[in-house]
């Protein structure tokens, strides 16, 4: 059973604590594809929130067709990662039981998804991070396919359809951060990002930045059909959960 925090070489705790030095970015479009296999990406999946829409439960402990919600994302991503991380910040008992390491956020105090995301790209010792919310229990069994093949194709300088860029599109800079989308939106916490991005994110929340979109806007980025508005629904509250249930899925 991991320990609900992580140890000296595996990144954050309280005490603030992170790897030394820093991931460096892919030189080339080659590089980055090579560097794109599942074995090269850690899953990780945001459990550190304070769920105020359900009552201020644990949401990831929160049953859905008798099965916790952690456990329906972990069965979905787990097999397309190579090791997967857990950003809990309470039951950390609980967590750990799923046999996989547990983040804390660096801070305490819930200071949102993008604090867990940094605590996480700084946890993680691959060069890529799949990060997901707890609560979107049917993601799509090739998501993280779906979104590697979107940055080599970008890396490449192909423009094929499935994905948008977003931010400077003008840059001949590769784009190092992918979000998954439906036909309807975007999803801001389901995303596939390069750990050398974590100075950049380190940086925006020493200056107060808590907004997903407003640090995205930093690099340039892209946007991913990956699924149907179902493989990204979201559960908020205790109906939802219920509302779902009774659906047909």
């Not at 950003?87 to 804390?104: D, I, K, W």
């Not at 750990?195 to 380190?202: A, H, K, T, V």
């Amino acid at each position: 059973m991991s320990r609900p925090h992580s140890d000296a070489n595996s990144g954050p705790s309280r005490d603030g604590q992170t790897n030394p030095g820093v991931t460096p970015l892919p030189a080339s479009g080659e590089q980055l594809a090579a560097s794109l296999t599942p074995a090269n990406i850690t899953g990780v999946i945001l459990a550190g929130g304070q769920a105020r829409r359900m009552g201020g439960v644990d949401k990831g402990l929160v049953m859905l067709n008798e099965v916790p919600l952690i456990a329906h994302v972990l069965a979905r991503l787990t097999p397309q990662v190579g090791e997967l991380l857990i950003n809990a910040n309470r039951s950390h008992q609980e967590y750990a039981a799923y046999g996989h390491p547990l983040v804390e956020d660096r801070e305490a105090g819930y200071h949102g998804p993008l604090m867990g995301m940094a605590s996480a790209l700084a946890a993680a010792h691959t060069e890529w991070v799949m990060v997901v919310a707890c609560d979107v229990p049917h993601l799509p069994n090739d998501l993280v396919d779906t979104l590697c093949v979107a940055l080599i194709d970008h890396a490449n300088g192909d423009r094929l359809a499935g994905y948008r860029v977003q931010g400077d599109d003008a840059s001949a800079e590769p784009a190092l951060l992918a979000v998954a989308a439906d036909d309807e939106r975007y999803h801001p916490v389901i995303c596939l990002l390069h750990r050398g991005l974590l100075p950049s994110l380190e940086a925006a929340l020493a200056a107060g930045e808590r907004k997903i979109d407003r640090w995205f806007a930093q690099h340039v980025w892209l946007t991913v059909q990956a699924g149907k508005a179902e493989d990204f629904a979201n559960l908020n509250t205790l109906d939802e959960c219920r509302a779902m249930e009774s659906g047909p899925r």
